[in-house]
């Protein structure tokens, strides 16, 4: 039945379109949860939704419109943590107000047919992608890759200690911008895919079950990718099988593949701290050793 499903060109687009989103969101998303910003993808798209607003008024290309959009709040919000005068929350805070208000105002004034159409941006709609927007895709993916492997080394350094990374000499500030633009694009990327109010979960579920499994920052991030194209290639085939929305469906395979991972582990690690013992009686926990400095 998969087989027969991805016959069609339409399933194709769509496959092509989740595996790109699979595997350029958990890459950069890596960065973000080593930040604690997991949750600026979200301010972020509810600021591009005000963008594909604009587009859908205009009848100008909603990816494009949505992309500058998500830029200059990405740049807003950067400018605003990094001079410290207001915390990061508020500023979150703001850009999930501000962009959903303006989206949904603008939306308001176009004519009834426009809000049929900002619900496959806001929940993603990966069976109508087209060749061309395949294309935009495809190149805006290996934009965001380019910057989060190719510069992994000083983005790690930025992430881990932006003191120390200054200290080194390295461009802290130019970093920052980068890191926020490629989320911006990152945003975009997965806007079809799993529509802008789902957009950070590629960006953070994969990254918090691969934090379970691997060891350092590369293997996680290249794990975290590794399970972001595993879920939107069984999210899109489990939809096309089953009739579900896709980008929910990607994401609640992201979700479950999580939680199936952390009991596991738990339960691993719960084995491993007990020492059987068949000679001195039943097993006994390992005493809790403290480490200093």
């Given amino acids: 039945m998969t087989i027969e499903i991805l ?16 595997v350029s969101a958990p890459a950069l998303g890596t960065y ?24 859908l008024l205009t009848a100008t290309s909603p990816v494009l419109t949505a992309m500058l959009a998500a830029v200059a709040g990405a740049i807003v919000i950067e400018l605003v943590r990094e001079r410290g ?19 949904v105002f603008l939306v308001n004034l176009s004519a009834s047919h426009t809000n049929t159409n900002l619900m496959t941006y806001l929940f993603g709609s990966p069976l109508t992608t087209t060749r061309e927007d395949l294309v935009v895709l495809a190149l805006l993916g290996a934009a965001v890759l380019a910057v989060a492997l190719g510069l992994r080394p000083w983005l790690f350094a930025v992430c881990h200690d932006e003191e120390y990374a200054r200290v080194s000499g390295l461009p802290v500030r130019l970093l920052n911008l980068l890191l926020a633009v490629t989320t911006a694009l990152t945003v975009t990327v997965a806007m079809r895919a799993v529509g802008l109010l789902l957009v950070s979960a590629l960006m953070v579920v994969p990254v918090a079950t691969a934090q379970l ?4 920052f590369r293997a996680t991030q290249w794990l975290a990718m590794a399970i972001g194209v595993l879920a939107a290639g069984a999210g899109i085939g489990f939809a096309g099988v089953y009739d579900t929305a896709p980008g929910a469906t990607i994401v609640l395979l992201a979700i479950g593949g999580f939680a199936v991972t952390t009991v596991v582990v738990a339960g691993w690690r719960r084995v491993r701290r007990v020492r059987p013992d068949a ?15």
């Fill in 32 to 55: 973000l949860v080593q930040r604690r910003l997991a949750l600026i993808g979200d301010g972020i798209g509810h600021v591009a939704l005000t963008g594909v607003a604009v587009g």
């Fill in 213 to 216: 499994l691997a060891g350092g």
């Fill in 85 to 103: 005068r207001t915390s990061g929350d508020v500023a979150l805070a703001v850009l999930f107000y501000g962009g959903i208000a303006g989206g």
């Fill in 7 to 22: 016959t069609s060109p339409f399933m194709r687009y769509a496959l092509l379109a989740a595996v790109i989103t699979g």
């Fill in 279 to 293: 000679r001195d009686g039943p097993a006994v926990e390992p005493p809790e050793v403290v480490l200093t400095r």
